[in-house]
């Protein structure tokens, strides 16, 4: 029978984002909301003044006439103008339609017709150029006010009209937003949320974040993103924290500690470039004798923690993808418990979570949240029900009902393990499954993860169909690069024997690929939230893992 662990009540949705925003608005007028750094300089918003903007947004958007429940687009990396435009759409009974900041030529240009977009808001970009051009110019633009975006009209000269004087209130049935996903395979696909689907999520979620009035977050993964859109921009209109953004990719670090956030989620790649920027100033030996140091250990962490700008966090998250468990070990030992949670842009990014924190659970993305039931089909497949449960993919309905069992699960693709206590472990994803030439199926997910556990390793990617043995694909991290050929060939080769040991024979690893060239966004092989485009690299590596090997480790 498959394995489930059936949800608990909790509170249904009463509250819109506007209704919260009005309620802020009267009782919390001259607080700070947002803020956002401009040149250096930090620009804050309070709560009257996101309002206010918010009602020119919505009035100008009245003027346009567009049809009730028109699309609109928001197409800009995290800023102030961001939340205040999506609170604009809301008044004006519009659906907004988030896309990446990084998004290429050919997604941009279909979400705009496949969504139909009346109009799109523009702010900072990866390829300002590029992407501006893929723009139809039969789509209406407005831009953001920030250097290097001239398309279509200011948002100065926007926003310049009467703000809206009443207070609109959607009906909770109604459609708030379509995220389109950044899959790693084929077209993105339109995913529907009412305001009642995906604010219980956002609302639910201030408990699990303990989340309040007095809290400062970071919003600086993608607001196109279902986690930053649900934990960080709704989640503060039911919360109140204050939000700050980073100015730019530079300015990350001094931002971070800027903010001096009380609750921070991030993504694997991220948590790993932390590790690695504090252990290329103390080597990991020196770092392990002092924190073995009673008294000394506690300095340490704490030193290292204010340097990351994370010693005022009590609650640290990561998602999106699995984190190797040495380094969730790693950063325990500093005093930073990183809970790791699970979700998608079907149901919300609310399904489980490790919170609180448990280290006898490390490896484990938690067990569900109040409200949730997640269950395992006999496949292994974790399926998932709750009111955060997507409407349907927008203009697809033969794909919306695949995507449900008869009983009103949603098929997430994920396979997992549950124990007793309901903690699940993710062990890979079905489409992921393949192959090898002696009829073998792998799942890559359980070995990549056995291979980050070296922390010379950056990215990995198993791989093998057709392949008589599977091969490991990877890129060394910084640090590594800059060590001897040799010792680096030694260290991985006993990494390779160490993880080939615990696998079954058709599992084995023949030989490690280190390519140099890093797996990024902008060249295509890594999607926005960062995951690996798994089809993508082995179209772009396909002669090299073809390729015959005598070496156990082959720098190509």
Same mark, same amino acid.
């Given at each position: 029978?498959? &394995?489930?662990?059936?949800?608990?009540?909790?509170?249904?949705?009463?509250?819109?984002?506007?209704?919260? &925003?009005?309620?802020?608005?009267?009782?919390?007028?001259?607080?700070?909301?947002?803020?956002?750094?401009?040149?250096?300089?930090?620009q804050? !918003?309070?709560?009257?003044?996101?309002?206010?903007? =918010?009602?020119r947004?919505?009035?100008?958007?009245?003027?346009?006439?567009?049809?009730?429940?028109?699309?609109?687009?928001?197409?800009?990396?995290?800023?102030?103008?961001?939340?205040?435009?999506?609170?604009? $759409?809301?008044?004006?009974?519009h659906?907004?339609?988030?896309?990446f900041?990084?998004?290429?030529?050919s997604?941009?240009?279909?979400?705009?017709?496949?969504?139909?977009?009346?109009?799109?808001?523009?702010?900072?970009?990866?390829?300002?150029?590029?992407? #501006?051009?893929?723009?139809?110019?039969?789509?209406?633009?407005?831009c953001?006010? +920030?250097p290097?975006?001239?398309?279509?009209?200011?948002?100065?000269?926007?926003?310049?009209?009467?703000?809206l004087?009443?207070?609109?209130?959607?009906? #909770?049935?109604?459609?708030?937003?379509?995220? +389109?996903?950044?899959?790693?395979?084929?077209?993105?696909?339109?995913?529907?949320?009412?305001?009642?689907?995906?604010?219980?999520?956002?609302?639910?979620?201030?408990?699990?974040?303990?989340?309040?009035?007095?809290?400062?977050? #970071?919003? !600086?993964?993608?607001?196109?993103h279902?986690?930053?859109?649900?934990?960080?921009? &709704?989640?503060?209109?039911?919360?109140?924290?204050?939000?700050?953004?980073?100015?730019?990719?530079?300015?990350?670090?001094?931002?971070?500690?800027?903010?001096?956030?009380?609750?921070?989620?991030?993504?694997?790649?991220?948590?790993? /470039?932390?590790?690695?920027?504090?252990? =290329?100033?103390?080597?990991?030996?020196?770092?392990?004798?002092?924190?073995?140091?009673?008294?000394?250990?506690?300095?340490?962490?704490?030193?290292?923690?204010?340097?990351?700008?994370?010693?005022?966090?009590?609650f640290?998250?990561?998602?999106? =993808?699995?984190?190797?468990?040495?380094?969730?070990?790693?950063f325990?030992?500093?005093?930073?418990?990183?809970?790791?949670?699970?979700?998608?842009?079907?149901?919300?990014?609310?399904?489980?979570?490790? %919170?609180?924190?448990?280290?006898?659970?490390?490896?484990?993305?938690g067990?569900?949240?109040?409200?949730?039931?997640?269950?395992?089909?006999?496949?292994?497949?974790?399926?998932?029900?709750?009111?955060?449960?997507m409407?349907?993919?927008?203009l697809? *309905?033969?794909?919306?009902?695949?995507?449900?069992?008869?009983?009103?699960?949603?098929?997430?693709?994920? /396979?997992?393990?549950?124990?007793d206590?309901? +903690? $699940?472990?993710?062990?890979?994803?079905?489409?992921?499954?393949? /192959?090898?030439?002696?009829?073998?199926?792998?799942?890559?997910?359980?070995?990549? =993860?056995a291979?980050?556990?070296?922390?010379l390793?950056?990215?990995?990617?198993?791989?093998?169909?057709?392949? *008589?043995?599977?091969?490991?694909?990877l890129?060394?991290?910084?640090?590594?690069?800059?060590?001897?050929?040799?010792?680096?060939?030694?260290k991985?080769?006993?990494?390779?024997?160490?993880?080939?040991?615990?696998?079954?024979?058709?599992?084995?690893?023949?030989?490690?690929? %280190?390519?140099?060239?890093?797996?990024?966004?902008?060249?295509? &092989?890594?999607?926005?939230? #960062?995951?690996?485009?798994?089809?993508?690299?082995?179209?772009?590596?396909?002669?090299?893992?073809?390729?015959?090997?005598?070496?156990?480790?082959?720098?190509?």
């Amino acid at each position: 029978m498959p &394995l489930d662990f059936t949800a608990t009540e909790v509170s249904a949705v009463t509250e819109t984002p506007l209704s919260m &925003l009005y309620k802020w608005e009267r009782e919390r007028a001259q607080e700070a909301f947002l803020h956002q750094p401009r040149d250096g300089e930090l620009q804050t !918003y309070t709560w009257a003044n996101v309002a206010e903007q =918010a009602r020119r947004v919505a009035a100008r958007l009245r003027q346009m006439e567009f049809e009730p429940g028109s699309r609109i687009a928001i197409f800009a990396k995290n800023c102030a103008e961001w939340f205040i435009t999506d609170l604009g $759409i809301m008044m004006a009974g519009h659906i907004s339609v988030p896309i990446f900041g990084s998004a290429g030529e050919s997604t941009i240009q279909y979400v705009i017709k496949h969504a139909d977009v009346k109009l799109m808001f523009i702010g900072k970009l990866d390829n300002t150029k590029a992407q #501006l051009a893929a723009i139809p110019e039969s789509c209406p633009t407005v831009c953001f006010p +920030y250097p290097g975006i001239s398309k279509g009209q200011n948002w100065n000269d926007f926003i310049d009209c009467a703000p809206l004087a009443d207070n609109p209130e959607p009906s #909770l049935d109604a459609v708030m937003t379509i995220i +389109y996903t950044s899959g790693s395979t084929g077209q993105p696909k339109g995913v529907v949320h009412t305001y009642k689907t995906i604010c219980w999520a956002a609302q639910n979620s201030l408990s699990s974040l303990t989340m309040n009035e007095k809290d400062r977050l #970071l919003s !600086y993964l993608p607001l196109a993103h279902i986690t930053e859109r649900v934990l960080v921009e &709704l989640a503060s209109f039911y919360g109140g924290p204050q939000i700050f953004f980073v100015e730019s990719l530079d300015t990350f670090q001094r931002d971070v500690h800027t903010c001096q956030p009380t609750l921070f989620i991030s993504v694997p790649r991220l948590w790993t /470039k932390f590790q690695m920027g504090v252990l =290329a100033k103390m080597s990991q030996k020196k770092l392990s004798f002092l924190l073995s140091i009673p008294v000394i250990n506690n300095i340490i962490a704490r030193k290292i923690r204010q340097g990351l700008g994370l010693d005022k966090a009590r609650f640290w998250a990561s998602g999106s =993808a699995p984190l190797a468990p040495p380094i969730i070990q790693w950063f325990h030992k500093i005093g930073i418990d990183i809970s790791e949670g699970w979700g998608m842009t079907e149901n919300s990014a609310y399904g489980s979570a490790s %919170v609180p924190f448990r280290e006898d659970k490390i490896g484990c993305i938690g067990k569900a949240y109040e409200g949730v039931d997640i269950r395992l089909s006999k496949e292994g497949e974790i399926q998932v029900k709750s009111p955060c449960n997507m409407v349907e993919y927008y203009l697809e *309905p033969e794909k919306t009902v695949e995507t449900f069992t008869p009983d009103g699960f949603l098929k997430t693709g994920d /396979k997992g393990q549950m124990d007793d206590e309901g +903690y $699940i472990r993710i062990t890979g994803r079905l489409k992921d499954i393949f /192959k090898t030439a002696k009829g073998k199926y792998v799942t890559p997910s359980p070995i990549e =993860a056995a291979l980050m556990e070296n922390s010379l390793i950056e990215q990995v990617c198993v791989t093998g169909t057709n392949l *008589p043995q599977p091969v490991g694909l990877l890129v060394l991290s910084e640090p590594a690069k800059q060590h001897d050929k040799t010792e680096i060939s030694q260290k991985l080769e006993k990494t390779l024997n160490k993880v080939n040991s615990k696998l079954e024979s058709h599992q084995k690893l023949d030989h490690l690929l %280190v390519v140099n060239e890093p797996w990024t966004i902008e060249n295509g &092989l890594l999607t926005p939230t #960062l995951k690996v485009k798994r089809h993508l690299l082995e179209a772009h590596y396909d002669e090299t893992i073809h390729a015959s090997y005598h070496e156990k480790i082959v720098f190509v």
